[in-house]
């Protein structure tokens, strides 16, 4: 079946350096959602990409689709404790008439102060 | 106002009771879900519900049902609950079951079988 792949499943950073996390796709996807989970709390939605090679920027979030809509990434600049969380991509799985979100296995962020 | 709202928040219960989880959401969405997140933070969807109607049935032991009795509330039903159901179980909702979508999640409730 289709698989959503994330890496890295952790990353710890020193306060200001950048972090990227990455979202593989064993099938071409016609969209894929990005979410956040803050400890303790739910996923929260923060972009969607939907063309080929699109690229969104949210302040210090960037966010990337592949030329063949099978990977994404989401980078952040200068990172703040502030952005502490699970990062999650979410990509449509089809079957029937019905579509149904795969998640990521998610990449854990940490910072140290 | 709480879009996206679950009772109880936590749940601690023994091995073998049945117990339930409630849903609501005021976002006048039609579709609604249940996802698991286990320790390692994997979020499952588990089941969705369009306007009141079963859409998706994901491989869950029948132990679990779930019931919508308006297309505003899901509740999820467990019988014989067992050590593995421990999780945290996330109820969500968007305006319609399309992968386009967003999906709000609620605050999540957390479940403990001893």
């Known amino acids: 079946g289709q698989q959503v792949m994330q890496i890295p499943q952790y990353q710890h950073v020193q306060e200001g350096e950048d972090f990227t996390t990455y979202c593989n796709s064993s099938t071409t996807l016609s969209n894929i959602q990005w979410y956040k989970q803050r400890p303790g709390g739910h996923p929260v939605f923060l972009i969607q990409l939907v063309k080929s090679g699109e690229v969104k920027k949210q302040k210090r979030l960037t966010f990337q689709f592949g030329e063949a809509k099978k990977n994404s990434s989401l980078h952040i600049t200068a990172t703040q404790t502030t952005d502490v969380g699970t990062y999650f991509c979410?990509?449509?799985?089809?079957?029937?008439?019905?579509?149904?979100?795969?998640f990521g296995s998610g990449t854990r962020l940490s910072i140290r102060p | 106002d709480t879009a996206v709202s679950q009772t109880p928040k936590y749940l601690v219960t023994q091995m073998g009771n049945d117990k339930s989880i409630k849903c609501e959401q005021n976002l006048g969405h039609d579709t609604m879900y249940w996802y698991k997140q286990d320790s390692k933070k994997f979020l499952k969807i588990m089941f969705s519900?369009?306007?009141?109607?079963?859409?998706i049935n994901e491989t869950v032991p029948n132990r679990f049902s779930p019931k919508s009795p308006d297309k505003a509330h899901l509740n999820l039903h467990i019988n014989s609950l067992e050590l593995g159901d421990s999780a945290v179980y996330f109820c969500a909702s968007s305006p319609r079951g399309s992968s386009y979508n967003e999906q709000f999640f609620g605050p999540g409730t957390r479940l403990t079988v001893l």
């Open positions: 979410a990509g449509p799985q089809w079957y029937s008439s019905a579509s149904k979100i795969i």
């Open positions: 519900y369009n306007n009141k109607e079963l859409i």
